[in-house]
């Protein structure tokens, strides 16, 4: 026997569990980017439906799909604002992020599983957690090393912040960050995500 049972939406409540089995995946194919949904391992595609649902999973130990490189620096001070403009644009180069399909076009918050690595807009502001001037790149794990050493060894006098992707944007800032250079405080109120595979609406 092949264990498939074709009589089993005929079967009472059976096309009602179909019929609601259906609408979930759509739910959660509609709420995720195909090629997210696509790249999402089995584990954070069922993290994250059930998390649509409300049945938050834990934020212990996620899936980390993805990776921020952030570079802070005083945006008042037009010597580091443009020292951290020269390390982006060098960042840039040796990666191969020049060209305008390397650019970011996911929410920042978004774990974005599966995408290449690309850049964020600057910001000589204040934005998101962030109180002072930020750039960043979007780093899949397969690059983390590579990336994070060339900037490391190349950050000068500015500050650099490395945190995961894992949808628990609280804990991904907080917990499992790292830093070189100073550490700078952030706003971790802004954050709406809090489990496995959250990606923000706004």
């Known amino acids: 026997s092949s264990?498939?049972?074709?009589?089993?939406?005929?079967?009472p409540g059976g096309m009602l569990k179909l019929i609601l089995s259906l609408s979930v995946l759509s739910a959660a194919v509609a709420h995720y980017h195909i090629h997210d949904w696509n790249a999402m391992g089995a584990g954070l595609k069922v993290r994250g439906i059930l998390g649509m649902l409300g049945m938050k999973d834990s934020c212990d130990?996620?899936?980390?799909?993805s990776?921020?490189?952030h570079v802070i620096f005083w945006s008042t001070n037009p010597e580091r604002v443009r020292m951290a403009m020269e390390l982006r644009q060098r960042f840039m180069e040796r990666f191969?992020?020049?060209t305008p399909d390397k650019n970011c076009t996911m929410n920042p918050g978004d774990p974005a599983p599966g995408y290449d690595m690309c850049v964020f807009d600057p910001h000589t502001e204040a934005y998101?957690?962030?109180?002072n001037g930020e750039f960043a790149f979007f780093i899949p794990p397969a690059l983390l090393?590579?990336?994070?050493?060339?900037?490391?060894?190349?950050?000068?006098?500015?500050?650099?912040?490395?945190?995961?992707?894992s949808g628990c944007e609280t804990n991904d800032h907080t917990k499992w960050n790292t830093y070189a250079g100073a550490k700078w405080p952030i706003d971790a109120t802004i954050?709406?995500?809090?489990?496995p595979g959250c990606k923000p609406d706004h």
């Open 191 to 195: 954050f709406s995500c809090n489990y």
């Open 67 to 69: 990776y921020h490189i």
């Open 96 to 98: 191969d992020l020049l």
């Open 128 to 131: 998101g957690p962030f109180l």
């Open 145 to 165: 090393q590579e990336t994070s050493a060339w900037m490391l060894q190349h950050r000068g006098i500015l500050d650099v912040f490395i945190h995961p992707n």
């Open 3 to 11: 264990g498939i049972n074709a009589e089993w939406p005929l079967r």
């Open 61 to 65: 130990l996620p899936e980390l799909p």
